[in-house]
């Protein structure tokens, strides 16, 4: 499990699935017609509630946090389980609902109208509140950028090196050999990733390559969720992902993209740039 790809809306959706928990074990209903001592039960006495609020929100939720943490959405019998766990999120919310207008199931419609039977206690209450605020994370994370940002965001680089030069080890990081200067060619026999051998005294200095823009200079970022790459030429098959906790090196700006490359020197197109963490 990636923890590096959960988003903020997932810690949202996980803080309420907690709340939920936790509300489980207050009392279920609240009445001042009982006798001194007499124990209300909790949610996990009442069989509706159970199911249909504190499981299925439980449930809802690990099937969120769950799916997020995998780079391709996991499907059971043709069923995304994100989409599945969302949807029970959503059932748990409404089942609350219901329960906190009629906590009684109806037995109060059953003698003295005089009767109204007891109301919603104060577990019944919080768990509305958790599950509404756990359905509506789970909804809004795929659409509301400031819930797409990482909740555990990526090392930043001791400090931010040249172009071209030679990062530091370490996790998040290209592999330790120098990276190539964008556009530069290895010669023959050269490993990659190592400087060309000057050229002889007196000859003419290669051309240089163009910039990628007056005002653009390169610079390392980390993605907060798994994203695509692709390839240049517009193809809409992708050459690669990028994996939140890892840097990669942005050479190029073309409108809201960036031209990225990862550690093996592969070049694409990062068209969704937003959330993504300079460093």
């Not at 389980?81 to 419609?109: K, M």
């Not at 909804?139 to 555990?152: D, E, H, M, N, S």
């Not at 809201?256 to 068209?271: E, F, M, P, Y």
């Amino acid at each position: 499990m990636n923890i590096r790809s959960l988003t903020r809306g997932d810690g949202v959706v996980i803080g309420a699935a907690v709340l939920l928990f936790i509300a489980s074990f207050l009392n279920n209903y609240s009445t001042d017609d009982l006798p001194d001592g007499f124990d209300i039960p909790n949610l996990w006495e009442s069989g509706p509630v159970l199911l249909s609020v504190v499981l299925a929100g439980i449930i809802g939720a690990g099937l969120v946090v769950f799916a997020r943490t995998k780079p391709q959405p996991l499907k059971v019998a043709g069923l995304d389980l994100g989409q599945f766990g969302v949807a029970f999120t959503v059932f748990a919310a409404w089942s609350a609902l219901g329960n906190v207008i009629d906590p009684s199931g109806g037995v109060n419609n059953i003698g003295s109208s005089s009767d109204k039977g007891p109301s919603a206690g104060t577990g019944l209450v919080i768990a509305l509140i958790a599950a509404l605020i756990m359905a509506a994370a789970a909804i809004a994370t795929p659409l509301v950028p400031a819930l797409q940002a990482g909740l555990v965001p990526a090392p930043k680089p001791a400090a931010p090196q040249p172009y071209g030069a030679q990062p530091p080890g370490g996790y998040g990081y290209p592999g330790a050999q120098p990276q190539q200067p964008y556009g530069a060619q290895p010669q023959p026999g050269q490993p990659f990733g190592q400087q060309p051998a000057p050229a002889p005294q007196g000859a003419a200095a290669p051309a240089p390559q163009p910039a990628a823009g007056a005002d653009f200079s390169p610079f390392w970022f980390a993605v907060p969720v798994a994203r695509q790459l692709f390839a240049e030429d517009g193809s809409p098959t992708p050459i690669a992902e990028l994996a939140p906790g890892t840097w990669y090196l942005a050479v190029e700006q073309r409108g809201a993209a960036l031209i990225a490359q990862t550690q093996d020197g592969r070049r694409g197109v990062l068209q969704d740039t937003s959330g993504i963490q300079r460093g």
